[in-house]
């Protein structure tokens, strides 16, 4: 079967640089605890934009900030715009409008986050009469074109599927056709390659990334491995207990990462080569585990950092903005 161009809706795109998805300061608490400590970044129409960092770091409830989606007890704060509308003003109604059809998620866990009990083909049928006004056999038909846009084998046969009839590949498909069922403008994906074996993971990001051409989306990409988005991301944003601390290109990035914990990453992460293998060589573990958001004094980093002198432990490190246009939060880091 080939794979047909989905009639996507029609939006008006901003000028170049208005970007689609603007967050600002952004803080999350669950009571007094803090999880996210003020962090902003944009995304521009049609980019990739990676988070990146330890599970705890804070990436998650970014994503669920974003869609309004936070587990009960927790609380936003800080601006977040999408298409130039603070979305803390929208009615209910808009905001559910907003998710799933102008904002699509991928979450980590597709065997939980699908439902066991209905079809994969009722369930993205589901999805789509949700947001658009389609019968049950336009959406049934609609249905199939996703099934076969994130290239399952015999759509037909595969809608009457249950999600444990299927691969965790092919649930991870099932949850991406979900996500971009609607033409959403920014497609959030959350750890999309997680439990997936390396070749799995290769073509899933590589699915991701043919999408987001194709239908000209902006991606969200959360992930914890800097390994896998070299070359599928944009930029790349680096967290740390609730904090951006270093934002670049990619390549510039993986060649001189300045922030210590960056390198740490880098150290401990396999890397995908040009033929999608891993490449090899010894890998080296950040020692001790990542630091709660909360009740910190200086730079959460800086018990597990080799570079760290009595400055570091005595302020949080603001985020400075180098000649190059890398932003880093550390008073050490430089670019000669």
Known sequence: ????????????????????????????????????????????????????????????????????????????SGTIRFAGRDTSTLSPAARRALRGGEIGMIFQEPMTSLNPVMTIGAQIVEALRQHQPLSRTAAKARALELIDLVRIPDPKRRFQDYPHQLSGGMRQRVMIAMAVACGPRLLIADEPTT?????????????????????SMAVL?????????????????????????????????????????TQGLLRASPRLDDAQHYTQGPLTEI???????????????????????????????????????????CPLAHQD
Do not use: N
């Not at 400055?311 to 903005?321: E, Q």
């Open 1 to 76: 079967m080939s794979h047909p161009a989905l009639s996507i809706p029609a939006f008006a795109v901003p000028h170049a640089i208005t970007p689609l998805l603007e967050v600002q300061d952004l803080q999350v608490h669950f009571g007094s605890k803090p999880a996210v400590r003020g962090i902003s970044f944009t995304v521009h129409e049609g980019e990739t934009l990676a988070l990146v960092g330890e599970s705890g770091s804070g990436k998650s409830m970014t994503a669920l900030s974003v869609m309004g989606l936070l587990p009960d007890g927790g609380r936003a």
């Open 287 to 329: 020692p001790g585990s990542i630091a709660s958001a909360a009740g910190q004094d200086g730079c959460a980093f800086a018990p597990r950092c080799p570079q760290a002198v009595a400055a570091c432990r005595a302020a949080v490190p603001s985020l400075r903005i180098l000649e190059s246009g890398r932003k880093v939060a």
């Open 221 to 261: 990409l959360i992930t914890h491995d800097l390994g896998v988005v070299g070359q599928w991301a944009d930029r790349v944003a680096v967290m740390y207990a609730g904090r951006k601390v270093e934002e670049g290109d990619p390549s510039a990035l993986f060649a001189l990462p300045l922030h210590p914990y």
């Open 195 to 215: 439990a997936l074996d390396v070749t799995i993971q290769a073509q899933v990001l590589e699915l991701l990334d043919r999408l987001r051409r194709d239908l």
